[in-house]
């Protein structure tokens, strides 16, 4: 079984200052990780993922993930916002038994506002 | 690049209609899924197929059927809708088969907005 929480449902920020958005998972196996953003009136997008590499992660749009198998987390952070990053944030585990069918579980979502 | 294509963006239905709705990709990709978004519930995968005439039930199947003739079309109908099928649906396309569907990219389709009245 897999699980993901993403702890804010809303966040704010002003442009300029650091983002983070706060995601806990659980699985029975290895896990891989996916943060995808959804800006309005559009499709999902990757921003990026872990798959058992390395732990630090950069994606698009200067966004970057920690993997912290201690923490069980996959928090994603910016160092600066800017107005553009004002979407919904998901945060996806996919974990499998060797010789199954993957599936993708998505996290409840977490509104990005970026304020002036 | 990736492009997923979904029939209609806004979709407006009576109850005890049955609808269709559409999915192209034309990337070759292998895998087609079909999920809902609702707020507070992110997105609940429906069905999902990785081969022409194959599929799998999702976390939430009941009420819906799928069909998948050709690999770059798959289709999500809704036998005889309902009022709580009112939602965002989302197509969705991936290249990889086997054990590497694990870590491989979704690529998404911009949703259809279904309202069942």
């Known amino acids: 079984a897999q699980s993901v929480t993403q702890l804010d449902s809303h966040v704010s920020v002003s442009e300029g200052t650091p983002v983070l958005l706060r995601c806990n998972y659980s699985?029975?196996?290895?896990?891989?990780l996916f943060w995808y953003v959804q800006h309005p009136n559009k499709g999902l997008q990757l921003l990026l993922k872990?798959?058992?590499?390395?732990?630090l992660v950069k994606g698009i749009n200067g966004f970057e993930a920690e993997f912290k198998k201690s923490e069980t987390s996959f928090h994603l952070t910016k160092p600066s916002a800017h107005m553009s990053d004002a979407a919904e944030y998901f945060c996806?585990?996919?974990?499998?038994?060797?010789?199954?069918?993957?599936?993708?579980?998505f996290g409840t979502g977490t509104r990005l506002q970026v304020t002036l | 690049d990736v492009k997923v294509t979904q029939s209609s963006r806004y979709l407006v239905k009576r109850t005890g209609e049955k609808v269709f709705l559409e999915c192209v990709q034309d990337?070759?990709?292998?895998?087609m899924f079909w999920y809902r978004q609702d707020p507070g519930l992110g997105l609940r995968l429906i069905y999902f197929?990785?081969?022409?005439?194959?599929?799998e039930k999702g976390d939430i199947p009941e009420g819906y059927s799928v069909s998948r003739e050709k690999k770059e079309r798959f289709s999500l109908i809704l036998e005889s809708a309902s009022t709580n099928q009112t939602s965002m649906y989302l197509c969705?396309?991936?290249?990889?088969?086997?054990?590497?569907?694990?870590?491989?990219?979704?690529?998404f389709g911009p949703g259809t907005r279904l309202t069942v009245l």
């Open positions: 969705a396309s991936s290249l990889l088969v086997g054990l590497a569907v694990n870590t491989d990219t979704q690529y």
């Open positions: 990337m070759d990709h292998e895998n």
């Open positions: 996806v585990v996919s974990a499998q038994r060797a010789g199954t069918a993957s599936k993708l579980t």
């Open positions: 872990y798959t058992s590499a390395a732990t």
């Open positions: 699985s029975s196996y290895s896990p891989s």
């Open positions: 197929s990785y081969d022409v005439k194959m599929k």
